[in-house]
């Protein structure tokens, strides 16, 4: 098939869902053109990495003055400043030119839009090509339902504020898409649930198709050269996102101390890019390291007994889950974390709620080495037959050939 993907932000190692989605895809003989942005040089090496397993590669730049200036545009409209935050008029120009280009001898299969701030671009689309080509938006998580939550919960003041300006008109632009477009991707039944609540007797619901987030398992595995430190638990992502600051101060002060309590030597690492000041702020406790930007993250992912996901709030499937999986570390992940996946509770992934509870299991993990052992093997069975990502670009091919 030949393919356009309009990504609003560079597809890297780090935004691994659109990256790795159009590597599995060309390898499968798509054939695939990339339109995104990018805002830093590295992002723009990252596009010109891919320029040799694609057929084309439309980079454009997008300065941080520009987003901001799009945020505040977006102040007195009704639409969500993330819809407005990667709005480039310049690239939806080239999108639309290679659509129509195209149309006469070599057509377009289908375009692919990626996120909320992909939003205004597949609206554009449509509204200049009304029909043709299919057009799938992967919505990836619904914002709202993300929204919904962190204006209850984060622990920051000023993301509670945000999250609840932004609330009311995410749920209307989510809605509008619905109403607009024949097939919508998310990575979870709760976000697909979230979707469908928009549906009502006059304005039927869009296909909302739930396409899983994946892992690169020849990337990431088991490494027995990294002996497993046997105090070591490990907790990724990316630090400066607000769901990723809540749940490592939650695991900080609310956890940590019951497993000190009965191991004073259990070391925590917190291994992500830009970790906020809150969580440099507890590396000051001499059994915590915060590491920062990391060039390989797997060491720590191998190198810990547990890895740990008490996430507090958040949407979609989370990378930080099944990245440990697919390195053979026992995972313990609050039911919102887990519940995402179909991993099988206490054989593939262990579940834990209330802080006494994740103390618990977690201690009683780092007294069982053969039961991680066990759990981390199972674990890693479990994403090789679930979250490939060859396996999920054939379940998206299915996608666009029945939205033609």
Aim: aromatic letters at 8%; glycine letters at 4%; one cysteine or more.
């Amino acid at each position: 098939m030949k393919l356009l993907f309009v990504v609003p932000y560079t597809p890297t190692l780090i935004r691994t869902r659109p990256y790795n989605l159009l590597r599995a895809l060309a390898r499968r003989g798509n054939r695939l053109t990339l339109l995104t942005l990018w805002t830093e040089p590295a992002e723009l090496e990252s596009a010109e990495q891919l320029r040799s397993e694609l057929e084309a590669v439309h980079a454009l730049p997008m300065p941080a003055w520009q987003s901001l200036a799009n945020s505040l545009r977006a102040l007195p409209t009704p639409e969500p400043l993330q819809a407005w935050y990667s709005w480039q008029p310049r690239l939806a120009n080239r999108m639309t030119a290679l659509v129509e280009s195209a149309r006469a001898s070599d057509p377009f299969d289908a375009v692919h839009v990626e996120h909320l701030r992909g939003a205004k671009y597949a609206l554009h689309l449509r509204s200049k090509s009304p029909a043709k080509p299919a057009l799938v938006w992967d919505s990836v998580d619904s914002i709202a339902l993300l929204f919904k939550q962190s204006s209850a919960q984060s622990s920051k003041r000023f993301n509670r504020w945000l999250a609840q300006f932004e609330l009311k008109r995410t749920e209307r632009l989510e809605a509008r898409m619905m109403r607009r477009f024949e097939r919508i991707l998310v990575t979870s039944q709760k976000d697909r649930a979230a979707f469908l609540a928009y549906s009502t007797p006059h304005q039927p619901a869009a296909n909302v198709t739930v396409l899983q987030n994946g892992v690169d398992l020849e990337y990431f595995h088991p490494d027995a050269s990294l002996p497993r430190q046997e105090d070591a638990l490990v907790v990724s992502g990316k630090m400066s996102y607000h769901a990723n600051i809540t749940m490592v101060l939650y695991l900080y002060q609310k956890i940590m101390p019951l497993i000190w309590q009965q191991r004073p030597g259990a070391k925590l690492w917190v291994v992500g890019k830009d970790p906020s000041a809150e969580i440099l702020a507890i590396a000051s406790h001499p059994n915590v390291q915060v590491t920062g930007t990391v060039s390989d993250i797997r060491p720590f992912l191998c190198g810990a007994s547990i890895a740990l996901a008490p996430l507090v709030y958040g949407a979609g499937s989370q990378y930080k889950v099944i990245e440990a999986m697919a390195c053979g570390t026992p995972v313990i992940a609050s039911r919102l974390a887990a519940e995402a996946f179909s991993a099988e509770e206490d054989c593939e992934i262990i579940v834990a709620q209330e802080p006494a509870e994740f103390a618990e299991k977690a201690l009683h993990l780092l007294a069982n080495p053969n039961l991680r052992q066990a759990i981390g093997t199972a674990g890693r069975q479990y994403v090789e037959r679930r979250h490939d990502w060859n396996q999920l670009a054939a379940q998206l091919e299915e996608v666009y050939r029945d939205t033609r």
